[in-house]
Every structure is written in structure tokens, then in C-alpha cells.
């Protein structure tokens, strides 16, 4: 029975295995060593579109829904919530089993082989804040692989995966962040051979950094925090946090839309004191462009991490509307995430039984791991350790496909 180690992710997934004596991450599409974790649901043609091909079909307008960041899900009572998608009633485990299947079927016809077992990374908290739903969390990937053919899966820390594919030697911190969490590993690597000392997590990552800075800049173009009047009198209120929170975050996008909440953007459009915002909501509603605006926000947040100032275009919205996003802005509103994460990572080493000074390396895995306000923080607390940005998207998978073999 061959075993094929998985590396699902936030918001991207890989597949290894071995190849004689290396790790292979095996391609999941054209070009590319890693799959977009997304799914389109295409009303038109009735069916499931996977990975750069749903973005395309989003960023196209085909009719359907779009999904991303199912992962963070996992453990949450909307990951049971029956739902009508395409003439059925699915969960989104369910959803996740069919993504799950589709990347099994391209790893094997690639390879040639089948995979009737998956050896799963994990991040080590789905949900560090509640036990209850961390054990629901992997209760619901557990099904959701067993739906999708594999008749066995076991599970591995993703950081420890990560800490099998690193070369060097010494003692060495990985620090892996990705779109949903960040997870660390403290290990002594001594003639080739790995040993664990300790790991630690939290459930924060590269989609929670979006949503800040959608909140902070995308939203309020939105209507965020912009004040409505009374249908009579002179009061005013503001829209409803929960409904920019929602459109701010990649896993709520698909159920926001509602007839009924569009019907009362509208009215807010009447009586707000700045109308234009409430119209943007509402064509953000009514054609569906939260994820559009996510995406923007994604890539004005990547941009602003290498220049000094990046972009936040919301051309999709309304033509001309760009939204400026300093390096400063982004460095002053990640600073607490970023003091969060590396707290968290010196926890780690505290837990382990070692101390800032006797670390050598700090290892830098997962695609938010670039982002300087992260690092800085995290260095800033381990002075002494040398950075060494490793393979950012698939260390993770050549070190499950390494314990796979």
C-alpha cells in the first residue's frame, strides 16, 4: 500500500513522495509544486473546478461560488452545517473530501501509483484556544480524507515534518506560518539525525493578517464604520461589524450573500451620510466580489512587504479606486501579531527546556513567513540565531514524504 504525504493546506497544498533517496513534491498542476487550496462550484457546466483554475473561473465571472481557507473550518460548527451546493446537501467536509479526492487522482496519475493510505501534516493547534474544538478539528479532516478514498491516514506535525527536510546542523528553531496558523519545532540535528525537542502553536497566520488589513483599509471604502441616519429623527448607527468581519475573512465570503442583507444595504445607501460607500457594498453584494477583494488586499499586502509603498486596487469594484498601503501602515498593524507569534515561538523553546542563546538557526517555512513585521519580531527576541529561509512551500511536504517512506 502506497502512502502519500499531504500537505493540506490554509491556502495552499502539497503531495510528496519519494524519489530514490530525495523527497519529490509531485506537481498538482502545470508548472507549479503546490495547488491553490480553493474550489469553484461552476453553476453553468455543474462541476467542481480546483486550485489556479478556480481563481481563474472566479476572476472571470463564471457563474458559481468560490471557496478558500476551508481548513480554517475544520473544528467549527460550520463544517458540519448542511448546505445546498449544486443540487445537493453537502457539508464542507464534504467539500474538503472532493478536494482531498481530486489531488489524490492527479498524484496518481502522475505517478502511476495508487494511494490507498495519506500520512497528513497537522498544524499542532487547529484552535489553540479550545481543546474541545482542536479535537473536533482533526475528528473532521480525519472523515474528510477516509471520504475521499484514503483507507488509512495518520497524522504529522507540520513544523516536525518541516524539521526532517532541513539540511545543517546544531540546534535549530523551525518557525513555519502559515495561512491559518503558525507552529514551531525546537530540534538538535546531530550526524543527519533529527531530534525533537519540542513544538508549539497557535491558531494565526496569513489569512487573520488579510482580514486586518482589509478591516483597517479595504472596509472602510465599504462602508465600514461609516455612519447611517434614522428613516426618523437624527440618530445615526454604523452597519453591523459581524457583516465586515465576515467579508473580511476568506472562509466566510460564500455566506454573505443574502438577498435580504442586500435590501438593506440599499436602504443604507438613502439615509448614510456618505452614500457612495453603502453603493460599493452593495455591488460587492450583489455580484459577489468579496473574494475579489480579498485577493486585492492579498496582493497590496505582499507588495507593501517588499516596497515602500504597495497597493490595495479595487478596480473591480469601482475603476480608479486604489487604496495606498504604506510598508509603515503594514509593519504598525501587524506589530501585534507579530509580538504574538514570537511569543509563542519562545514558549516553544521555554517548554523544550532550551534558551534564546543556545538556538543556532531559526528556519523560515510557510509563504507569510517572508512577511518582515513577523521576522523582525521573532528575531528581534533570538538575536543571535542565523535566519535561513528554507524550501517556504513544500519543506513542509518533502518532510511528509520523507516520514511517508
Known amino acids: 500500500m502506497a502512502r502519500l504525504g499531504i500537505d493540506f493546506g490554509t491556502s495552499n497544498t502539497g503531495v510528496g513522495v519519494m524519489a530514490g533517496a530525495s523527497p519529490y513534491a509531485i506537481p498538482l498542476e502545470p508548472g507549479a509544486a503546490t495547488l491553490p487550496t480553493a474550489v469553484f462550484i461552476d453553476g453553468a457546466d455543474k462541476r467542481y473546478v480546483y486550485g489556479s483554475a478556480a481563481a481563474r473561473a472566479l476572476t472571470e465571472g463564471t457563474e458559481g461560488r468560490f471557496m478558500r481557507g476551508l481548513k480554517k473550518v475544520l473544528g467549527t460548527p460550520l463544517a458540519r452545517e448542511p448546505r445546498r451546493l449544486m443540487g445537493e446537501q453537502l457539508t464542507l467536509i464534504e467539500v474538503i473530501a472532493r478536494f482531498l479526492a481530486e489531488i489524490r487522482i492527479r498524484a496518481e496519475t502522475h505517478t502511476g501509483l495508487r494511494f490507498d493510505a495519506a500520512l497528513s501534516g497537522r498544524p499542532i493547534h487547529f484552535h489553540s484556544a479550545s481543546a474541545e474544538r482542536d479535537a473536533h478539528a482533526l475528528e473532521d479532516l480525519t472523515e474528510a480524507y477516509r471520504l475521499a478514498g484514503f483507507q488509512t491516514v495518520e497524522f504529522l506535525a507540520e513544523p516536525e515534518a518541516a524539521a526532517l527536510a532541513v539540511g545543517g ?18 530540534f538538535d540535528r546531530v550526524d543527519g539525525q533529527t531530534h525533537v525537542l519540542g ?11 488579510d482580514t486586518a488589513l482589509s478591516l483597517a483599509h479595504a472596509m472602510p471604502q465599504l462602508g465600514h464604520r461609516a455612519l447611517i441616519g434614522a428613516e426618523l429623527g437624527s440618530k445615526t448607527h454604523m452597519a453591523p461589524q459581524s457583516l465586515f468581519n465576515d467579508l473580511a475573512s476568506w472562509e466566510k465570503i460564500p455566506f454573505v450573500y443574502d438577498a435580504a442583507l442586500l435590501r438593506d444595504v440599499r436602504r443604507w445607501c438613502r439615509l448614510a451620510r456618505d452614500p457612495r460607500l453603502f453603493e460599493r457594498l452593495a455591488e460587492v453584494l450583489e455580484f459577489h466580489l468579496g473574494h475579489d477583494v ?34 509603515a501602515a503594514l509593519t504598525a498593524e ?33 509563504g507569510s513567513s517572508l512577511l ?23 519543506a513542509v511536504v518533502h518532510g511528509l514524504a520523507i516520514a511517508a517512506e
Open 372 to 394: 518582515m513585521p513577523v521576522r523582525d519580531a521573532i528575531q528581534g527576541r533570538l538575536p543571535d540565531a542565523q535566519p535561513l529561509t528554507a524550501e517556504v512551500f513544500t
Open 334 to 366: 501587524l506589530a501585534s501579531y507579530g509580538h504574538e507569534i514570537a511569543t509563542c515561538a519562545l514558549d516553544t523553546l521555554t517548554k523544550a527546556g532550551c534558551t534564546a542563546d543556545s538556538i543556532d538557526q531559526i528556519v523560515y517555512v510557510g
Open 169 to 186: 546542523s546544531g540546534r535549530m528553531l523551525i518557525v513555519d506560518i502559515g495561512g491559518g496558523t503558525s507552529d514551531f519545532t525546537v
Open 199 to 209: 513544538s508549539g502553536g497557535l491558531r494565526l497566520g496569513g489569512t487573520d493578517f
Open 294 to 327: 480579498a485577493y486585492a488586499v492579498e496582493a497590496g499586502k505582499i507588495s507593501a512587504n517588499s516596497t515602500e509603498i504597495g497597493q490595495i486596487a479595487l478596480e473591480v469594484v469601482e475603476r480608479g479606486l486604489t487604496i495606498d498601503l504604506p510598508k
